[in-house]
């Protein structure tokens, strides 16, 4: 980062009057990511991608949910013991069992998690939450007499009583667990809602908070943030924000927003282009070419008023530069180009054109039926051989 890009990022930091944030990533890619229906990793994909995370830095890596089959279970296993600087975790319910499956993977820590809203004890459980509670400490003491840590989960958080969540997480404290949870489980909160909750459960716990958000109206991201600043520690992400329905907080959001707004540096965000790509590629799914930080249009241009100012400083129109995520900036030529930017576009291709010849190929420009979708490099070189051959 540039001292300008430092001065600009402090100044920001200032007028917005952040807090300092306490955080750790835990990704859950690897896991909550291949809910996303249709989507299946192979042990060779959770491997690379495992190592991609740990490089960009995250802390915890979500591997897997051992018990859903014996080659999700030996690839979790082997996650925990490649060695790297991240820490790893696993899923399991609230099942004895699902916790033993755990154990035999070498995890560095368990999220055993119940639901306690009443939609999902009456329509799901068909038990009392003082019923679930119970099971889920037997779960809870299997794991930490086997020496394994504990996140507990409160799935539907959201939308369970405040009180009961206080109570829940309260007692939970009791049997040493390592984390309490808060699942978004359909998306249903705010940022102002988020942050409401977290301080709550906050005032009533002194156990490490965890936040994981859902995407279903589309805040995932701004709710996880605003967890941090209520005092969340643990803040759960997928790259690309895949997931189940419309899916998770995207790691890719969460990281430069954390460096851009909060000024934590410590995660390679260098890395996250490829991390996206590599997650489209594994995936088979794709990402909008407008989404945050790794869609295609991300640092592209094509107006002429933003292109004429980009190539005099690219902070006008840019809030951080494309070679801090990995990317590239891209100056389209097109329906909305303008002389000036045209000019600027052709002489940072090498090329100088006198004033007839760039009237000219504006008017190429301007009825090229290409000019919608904007036209490709090659294409306007070819275009300005042709006026140069004139």
Known sequence: MSEIEKYSRNKLIEYLNLPPLDIEICDVTLRDGEQTPGVVFTREEKIALAREL??????????GFPVVSPSEKAVVK?????????RTCCLARSIVSDVEAAVDCDVD???IFIAMSDLHLKYKYH????EMFSCAMSAVEYAKDHGVGVRFAAEDGTRTDVGVLKRAFKAAEEYKVDYVSIADTIGILNPSATHYLVSEIKKAVNTPICIHCHNDLGMATANTIAAAEAGAKQLHTTVNGIGERAGNASLEELLVSLRVQYGIERYDTSRLLNLSLMVNEFSGLSTAVTKAIVGKHAFSHESGIHVCAILEEPRTYELFSPEMVGGKRSLIV???????????IVTDMGYQLEREQLTVLLEKVKNCTEAKKGIPPVRLEEM???IRDL
């Open 54 to 63: 740990d490089s960009v830095g995250v802390d915890i890596i979500e591997a």
């Open 78 to 86: 082997e996650i925990a013991n490649m060695g790297l600087n991240a």
């Open 109 to 111: 820590f368990v999220s």
């Open 127 to 130: 038990k009392s939450c003082d």
């Open 334 to 344: 097109g329906k909305h180009t303008g002389m000036k930017a045209l000019e600027g």
């Open 384 to 386: 300005i051989e042709d």
